[in-house]
């Protein structure tokens, strides 16, 4: 079945400093959803990608749907101490009923 | 007002105990879910229903029984829990079409869920 491979699992970064993570997939999706989380909170979307290729951005972040549909990119400029969280990227599934499928998360942590 | 409302926030239960957990959404959808989250664990989707039926199952303990009376509502029952019940369980809202597949998915903050 289709499954999520996000990286890196835990990122220490100082404040200031620029922040990649990825999401790679066996199988094509023809959405992505890029999701923070933070303690004891809901994940809060932050950007939905639609289109093969497309870079999207919101803020300091950007993201990009990969063109083979099978992987995408988050980018954080200048981290801040407010961007600690669980960073989730998610993805309809293509066929059958109407579930998500999730990534394990990647856990931000900023040092001020 | 947020998009999708769960109440209560945080509960503490003992094991022969019965609660309810309550989701709203505001959105218009036709979707809703419960997912539950453990420590250090991904997110597990628990039931999807689209409008008003349950679409999905996902080899849930019937300990956990899942009521939709509209589109709008969505409520979990919980009975005779397990201490390793205790997560945070997330509700979320979506719209589907008869076209293709979902758009983006709404949370709601959770229920924190204790079992004693």
């Not at chain 1, 199988?27 to 950007?47: D, M």
């Not at chain 1, 600690?84 to 931000?108: E, H």
């Not at chain 2, 997560?87 to 869920?113: I, M």
């Amino acid at each position: 079945g289709q499954q999520l491979n996000q990286s890196p699992q835990s990122m220490f970064i100082q404040e200031g400093e620029d922040v990649s993570m990825n999401c790679t997939s066996s199988s094509i999706f023809n959405t992505w959803l890029w999701y923070k989380q933070e303690p004891g909170e809901g994940p809060v979307l932050l950007i939905a990608l639609y289109k093969a290729g497309e870079l999207t951005s919101n803020g300091r972040l950007t993201a990009q749907f990969g063109i083979t549909r099978k992987d995408s990119f988050l980018n954080i400029s200048a981290s801040i101490p407010s961007d600690v969280g669980i960073y989730f990227c998610a993805g309809p599934r293509i066929s059958g009923t109407y579930k998500y499928i999730f990534g394990t998360g990647t856990r931000l942590k900023v040092l001020a | 007002e947020t998009g999708v409302t769960q109440t209560p926030r945080h509960l503490v239960m003992g094991m022969t105990n019965k609660k309810s957990l309550k989701c709203e959404q505001h959105l218009g959808h036709n979707a809703m879910y419960w997912y539950k989250q453990s420590a250090k664990k991904p997110l597990e989707l628990m039931f999807v229903y689209n409008f008003k039926e349950q679409t999905e199952n996902n080899s849930v303990p019937s300990r956990f029984s899942p009521e939709c009376p509209n589109s709008s509502h969505l409520f979990l029952h919980l009975h005779t829990l397990q201490p390793e019940d205790s997560a945070l369980y997330l509700c979320a809202s979506s719209q589907q079409n008869s076209h293709g597949p979902n758009t983006e998915a709404f949370f709601g903050q959770g229920t924190r869920l204790t079992v004693v």
